[in-house]
């Protein structure tokens, strides 16, 4: 049969290869492509458009974070980073130290003899298991000035005793004190009482009103303070007319509180007699009179009447409280019946089952030690008032055979790098974003303008006396970025002159003011980079506009090409249906 020309257009697709769509959808495809290329168009120069908005805002970003690096170099006291200070420490498990800026450049012993200590309450050794012994009813306890109350239903074993104070005093979160139970056997346990803090400040305190402390041996016999007594130590009872005899003459040495005193011994007792000698009334007053004389000792000596033509000596501290040191060097003192001794003023110690403190002085519990050969006593293992600017931190008692640890404070070479890292660092990164983004720059000449002065920053000469930061040895590379790269050549400066150092980053006209001045008109919500971000949003808008108005009109066009299409499929089928009838009539 004969091929239909008019059925093969309609049928086949008009020459369109076979893929599964309809003549009317591979029309419409053909259609669109030729439109395609108005719309990439549109599409391409939107997308420049958004990579350069998208550059503005993120130099803008770089460029803020810069100036706020800058700023911090010209707030008042920006100056005092440069005199940032280092400490090294000879033996860091004795002790750590810090400095701070300006503290004075220099050396300094220390031996640590005691670090400070929280002081420790213990109650008697009871059996935990025995009666209380108490009576039902509230019973109130004062620890460290905090008022506690424990309620008794008479029934109580020592260690539901312990048990109840234990959780009255650790339920307050203002207590001075931690407490436990501390199980010192199988069948026995006491009362232990932690002060929170270290030092004599700390010291635990107690009172009883209601008999629960006095049922554990904590009793008002136990003595809580020191500083209440006056210690003193007296000689035996001498007759005045006595002649004390001495190997030899001269100056005898004894000491008091570690201050030396000294008292001359006559010659011998004749010609024939190599001794030295003294009557004991005289030796007395020669004693009294050096100790009284003494200037640092804190003690105060009496002669006084110990019977009929007898006297004695009695040595005591000027004040309460502390304690009474006596070294007789030479042997002076034993003459008399003094040996060399400590005296101290001291709480009521806790013995193996009885009640009391771990250190029988609230002095012991501070910290104690000599810095350049001055003992200081502490009540924290922090201390930062003994060495003007650093701060120590005690971590372990040297034995006394130890050498003291050597400190040294000098200039924090590594702090001021540190300090000027973060300003360079935002400086390198945004020169590097310009270079690395220079075609989205394109014919910018105020930005362009911009890259070159920032470069030129890096080997700007500045009035002072230093005068580039080559000076103090920060390396210029080939792309013009910056790094601290002579760390000798800064510290060197920072010892010689740190005011200079600090010229160059906090001066007017220093780097740092330089930077400012170079950014401010590019940042900010009215900057350039601002006014050029908003530009580009408007060109951005206007080209999506016209991208979805292009594509609008398209669709519009392919539809009204489909509905025609369609009509002519139509007419092609009717026509197609009276031909065949026309075909059956010419064959009949």
Do not use: C, H, W
């Not at 669109?32 to 803008?60: C, G, I, V």
């Not at 007789?328 to 001291?346: C, F, H, N, P, Y």
């Amino acid at each position: 049969m004969a091929t239909d020309p008019l059925s093969t257009t309609f049928l086949v697709g008009n020459g369109f290869s076979d893929s599964g769509l309809s003549n009317v959808d591979l029309l419409i495809q053909a259609y669109r492509r030729t439109r395609q290329p108005a719309l990439d168009a549109l599409t391409t120069k939107q997308t420049t458009l958004e990579q350069r908005q998208s550059f503005m805002n993120t130099l803008r970003s770089k460029l803020e974070a810069l100036q706020s690096a800058a700023d911090t170099f010209l707030q008042s006291g920006a100056a005092t980073k440069f005199q940032a200070r280092s400490v090294t420490v000879s033996d860091t498990s004795v002790l750590s130290a810090t400095a701070a800026d300006g503290a004075a450049l220099g050396s300094a012993t220390i031996k640590v003899e005691r670090l400070a200590t929280s002081d420790v309450l213990q109650s008697a050794q009871r059996t935990l298991a025995s009666s209380a012994g108490l009576t039902a009813g509230a019973k109130s306890f004062t620890i460290s000035g905090r008022n506690y109350t424990v309620t008794l239903d008479g029934t109580e074993t020592y260690e539901t005793l312990i048990g109840k104070i234990v959780s009255a005093i650790n339920s307050d979160s203002d207590a001075k004190v931690t407490a436990s139970l501390v199980k010192d056997s199988a069948t026995t346990g006491r009362l232990s009482l932690t002060a929170k803090t270290t030092g004599a400040d700390g010291a635990i305190t107690f009172s009883d009103a209601g008999g629960v402390l006095a049922a554990l041996g904590l009793t008002g016999s136990i003595k809580q303070t020191t500083g209440t007594t006056t210690l003193s130590v007296q000689s035996a009872a001498v007759t005045n007319t006595d002649t004390i005899l001495f190997d030899s003459s001269g100056y005898k040495r004894f000491r008091v509180n570690g201050v030396d005193m000294f008292v001359y011994i006559p010659s011998s007792v004749s010609s024939f007699d190599s001794r030295a000698s003294e009557t004991a009334s005289t030796l007395l007053s020669k004693i009294a009179s050096a100790i009284n004389g003494a200037t640092g000792a804190g003690a105060t000596a009496a002669v006084q009447i110990a019977g009929v033509n007898q006297s004695r000596l009695v040595i005591s501290n000027s004040s309460p409280g502390g304690q009474l040191v006596i070294e007789d060097v030479d042997g002076v003192l034993s003459k008399i019946g003094i040996a060399s001794q400590t005296l101290r003023d001291e709480r009521t110690k806790a013995s193996a089952t009885g009640a009391g403190y771990a250190l029988g002085t609230t002095s012991d519990l501070n910290a104690s030690l000599t810095v350049n050969g001055v003992t200081i006593s502490r009540s924290s293992n922090t201390i930062s008032d003994a060495i003007s600017g650093v701060t120590l931190t005690l971590l372990k008692a040297q034995q006394s055979g130890e050498a003291p640890v050597s400190l040294t404070t000098g200039v924090g070479t590594d702090k001021v790098a540190d300090t000027i890292k973060p300003l360079l660092d935002a400086y390198n990164d945004a020169l590097r974003y310009i270079k690395d983004n220079i075609k989205t720059i394109g014919g910018d000449a105020a930005l362009r303008t911009f890259q070159s002065d920032l470069r030129s920053l890096s080997s700007k000469v500045f009035s002072g006396t230093l005068t580039s930061l080559a000076d103090i040895g920060i390396k210029v590379a080939s792309d013009g970025t910056l790094s601290v790269d002579n760390k000798d050549r800064l510290k060197q400066q920072l010892e010689t002159d740190p005011a200079a150092v600090a010229a160059l980053f906090t001066a007017s006209g220093g780097f740092a003011d330089s930077l400012m001045s170079k950014i401010t008109g590019l940042v900010g919500s009215d900057g350039l980079l601002q006014a050029r971000s908003n530009s580009l949003g408007q060109q951005i808008k206007r080209v999506s506009d016209q991208k979805k108005a292009l594509q609008d009109r398209i669709d519009r066009e392919v539809e009204q090409q489909r509905r025609e299409y369609t009509k002519l499929q139509e007419l092609f089928y009717s026509l197609q249906g009276q031909m065949s009838q026309y075909s059956a009539y010419v064959r009949g």
